[in-house]
């Protein structure tokens, strides 16, 4: 099912450039292959020097790796964008609406929409959020919406990230990189810029502040430390937005206020953008022999002192088995039609989809309802018999701990490889901003490519990869000449208008 | 700024220096090791050298004589040794990473540079006749460090955190060498045999060529304790040390308004007796008593800086 019938971002179905891409395609035929692969290694020596990493465990080696990058950029026309930046919109105010709601009234279980037991006795709904609305009354801040494509117009939400999504240093460090390594190509398409990310990261921040909080709010961010996989991202967005990278033992709370300690004494803090998980916030109120967390964070929170972006509890809104009522949410809340659709998804609990399912193990996904970062994952096509019998057991063993979804043809984009420039599987995360006076979102994400060929695997933990994603600012048309390309960056360059990447 | 920040930044500067000091002194002992014999008592000179780096104890605990390659592996590759030189860039890299955005990019490069360059040291390379030129690499990445700091950090308070653990780390150092050879510095003491002592006291500091500079005479013992004690042109000497101690605990306490507490009294209060004491004073109290107030007072001056800055 995968591999041939895939939709090619470039060729299309058909074999005819499509219009976003008519200059990267010249471009792919002008440039000598020697020089992309030198191109590689420059970008290979740019990104250790700057010592963006990836830890990647379990699997012996170095666990400090990069994350392969990949120089031909993936390409988005403007009017594709628009489409999906509402349709992310739109997700992600049903979904911090679902979580206003299940911690609140839960109108939506009253109404029968969504089996209750699924939110209420989901491991990682929060009792401690119960009757508590956080300040502007959003939950998920920070969100990261994974979207595989199947055809020109095809596009589907894969999967919700509303507790604590990374990658988006990814995104903005890629982009860094094709303007050193390609000002040229940059220059010739009008790229929608995306290096505003972390001041406006850090005005949702701001904007999250409890109303307590007179003046401007001390924001920080609060990491699990440098042996976390996510450090060397934490420290950027850090530094990015000036606002000091806390752990755990840097933070104190006295009479419910929390306070950093710095040389000059006890300094308030009023938001913190936590990437550490809910469990390991606070030892009084979740896992007891964290060492991570803050003791009393929560009643500080609670009694209003301090925001957490994102709040406790997101993750009963991007839970797997939640998931397939994503589209259920933006029918109730907004009273609208989702925009961008799901994936069919299999519940392995209910009796007669999961009969469905392992009758028809070697078509479909199957995924841990709890897990991520594409472990313990059987991909049917590709899977030995031996594995999907394994899994049968595994999914007969613990029913609730599975789902399944069809094998998605993702499409694919061109990709320097070992044998020249081929086609590899994509997908998109872009990443979603969310406060009580609206929606932010970049235009552009995270695009992660798998690199083995015919591999649907994009996950970086599983030897995935990473690309720059440009949405142009205007759509080109299918056959812009090179010419009035340069005339248009010159234009660019006088004027000083939105383009320049 | 963030204790743990502060805290970091004086710790990657204390361990930094003192490979430095571990380096120097090491180099001086197998110079004296040559001699050692003649000069009685046989392994003196390593003894000294583990009592001057402060962990005889843990030495005696695991290694059944003070010889040489015993003791180069307590202070080189040992890593139940914290004061060691490759537990030392350990700990100095491990403090770096913690902090990496507080640091320069040219400072972060000669302490993760010299720690790769450590990890896949050969064993050989700091055996024999190898060892010399190891310990010489040794000091030139701690020369390289400093002066990273030196021309490429902003003169704010990351930079002042920095600076006093080196001064710190070094004012300790200084007070410690000079306090195992106590004995033979007496200042009725003759040449002979103590002239190597003197010469080893002096070159542990770098301050050989110095001395001469300084007083263009032949060694003794006097001057050589006002050197490294009283003298504020020599650089590692204790007041050079302290000066600087006193002016960055003023810088820190000045930009947050004058806030300051006892570690700022304490640091004057010994900087003030290096200042205006004599040396005739020094010798009538007994330069080891002396040099173990030193030794305990900045001990005691570490922990008070941590208590306002760091644990507060």
């Known amino acids: 099912m995968a591999g041939s019938a895939a939709f090619d971002e470039m060729n299309g179905l058909d074999g005819d450039v499509r219009g976003p891409y008519a200059e990267i395609a010249r471009w792919l035929r002008a440039t000598p292959r020697e020089q992309l692969y030198r191109k590689r290694e420059e970008a290979e020596l740019l990104f250790r020097r700057i010592g963006i990493t990836f830890a990647v465990y379990g699997e012996g080696g170095d666990p400090e790796r990069l994350i392969p990058f990949d120089l031909i950029p993936r390409i988005l026309a403007r009017s594709e964008w628009e489409v999906l930046s509402r349709g992310l919109s739109q997700r992600v105010r049903a979904l911090n609406a679902f979580l206003a709601d299940v911690y609140g009234t839960r109108e939506i279980l009253r109404a029968g929409r969504i089996p209750a037991m699924l939110v209420t006795g989901n491991e990682l709904y929060r009792e401690q959020m119960n009757g508590f609305t956080p300040p502007g009354g959003i939950y998920t801040h920070v969100c990261g919406i994974d979207l595989v494509r199947t055809g020109p117009e095809q596009f589907h939400v894969l999967e919700d990230n509303c507790r604590t999504p990374s990658g988006v240093s990814y995104m903005l460090e890629n982009r860094e990189a094709m303007l050193r390594l390609f000002p040229r190509l940059c220059a010739r398409h009008r790229v929608a810029p995306i290096s505003r990310y972390p001041e406006e990261l850090l005005t949702t921040l701001k904007s999250a502040a409890p109303s307590a909080c007179k003046g401007v709010p001390t924001v920080v961010l609060l990491t699990p430390g440098p042996f976390n996989s996510a450090y060397y991202e934490h420290c950027f967005l850090a530094d990015e937005m000036g606002v000091e990278v806390v752990e755990g033992a840097d933070l104190f709370v006295q009479d419910r206020v929390v306070f950093m300690r710095t040389t000059a004494g006890p300094k308030r803090v009023d938001v913190i953008y936590r990437r550490i998980d809910d469990e390991y916030l606070d030892p009084d109120c979740f896992l007891p022999e964290s060492m991570l967390g803050v003791p009393g964070l929560m009643a500080a929170y609670r009694a209003g002192n301090v925001a957490l972006a994102n709040a406790p509890g997101c993750g009963v809104a991007d839970d797997k088995a939640i998931y397939p009522y994503v589209p259920e949410m933006i029918r109730f809340y907004l009273a609208e039609e989702p925009l961008i659709p799901n994936v069919d998804t299999y519940l392995c609990e209910r009796e007669e989809e999961r009969k469905y399912v392992l009758a028809h193990l070697d078509s479909l996904v199957v995924k841990l309802a709890k897990g991520s970062g594409g472990y313990g994952m059987l991909v049917g096509p590709h899977a030995t018999r031996d594995m999907r019998e394994e899994f049968r057991a595994r999914i007969l063993a613990r029913p609730a701990d599975y789902i399944a979804q069809p094998t998605l043809a993702l499409s694919t984009c061109p990709t320097v490889a070992e044998q020249g420039i081929a086609p590899r599987h994509v997908d998109l995360r872009p990443f979603v901003l969310a406060s009580a006076d609206g929606i932010r979102i970049l235009p552009g994400g995270l695009t992660r490519v798998a690199l083995r060929e015919g591999s649907l695997v994009v996950n970086s933990s599983q030897g995935g990869g990473t690309k720059d994603t440009w949405v142009l600012e205007d759509d080109l048309v299918a056959a812009v000449s090179a010419e009035s390309a340069r005339s248009q960056s010159q234009f660019q360059s006088q004027g000083g208008g939105p383009g320049g990447c | ?312």
């Open chain 2, 1 to 312: 700024m963030l204790s743990r920040t502060a805290e970091s930044l004086f710790w990657l500067a204390r361990y930094t220096e003192r490979a430095g000091n571990v380096a120097r002194g090491l180099g001086v002992a197998i110079r004296m090791a040559g001699v050692a014999t003649r000069l009685g008592g046989e392994d003196a000179e390593w003894r000294s050298l583990l009592t001057a780096t402060g962990g005889d104890a843990g030495f005696y605990r695991k290694y059944p004589a003070p010889t040489q390659d015993a003791v180069v592996q307590w202070l080189v590759h040992d890593p139940d040794h914290p004061s060691g030189i490759l537990p030392c860039f350990e700990a100095a890299r491990r403090n770096a990473r913690a902090v990496r955005t507080a640091l320069t990019v040219d400072m972060w490069e000669a302490l993760n540079d010299g720690w790769n360059h450590l990890r896949a040291l050969p064993p050989e390379a700091t055996e024999g006749e190898r060892l010399p030129d190891f310990l010489g690499w040794v000091r030139e990445r701690v020369m390289l460090f400093n002066g990273a700091a030196q021309d490429t950090m902003l003169r704010e308070e990351a930079w002042r955190f920095v600076h006093l653990g080196t001064m710190l780390e070094r004012a300790d150092n200084t007070a410690r060498l000079l306090d195992v050879r106590h004995h033979l510095l007496m200042p009725d003491g003759e040449g002979g045999v103590d002239y190597v002592h003197w010469q080893a006291a002096l070159r542990s500091v770098s301050a050989l060529r110095a001395y001469h500079w300084v007083y263009h005479d032949r060694l003794d013992p006097r001057r050589i304790v006002e050197l490294l004690t009283l003298r504020p042109e020599l650089p590692r000497s204790l007041i050079a040390c302290y000066a600087a101690v006193v002016e960055l605990l003023d810088g820190i306490a000045l930009a947050q308004g004058g806030r300051r507490g006892e570690c700022h009294r304490l640091a004057g209060e010994i900087h003030a007796r290096l200042r205006f004491g004599r040396l005739d004073a020094i010798f009538e109290q007994g330069l080891h008593d002396f040099l173990t107030d030193i030794i305990t007072r900045t001990a005691e001056l570490g922990s008070e800086i941590e208590r306002f800055y760091i644990r507060a």
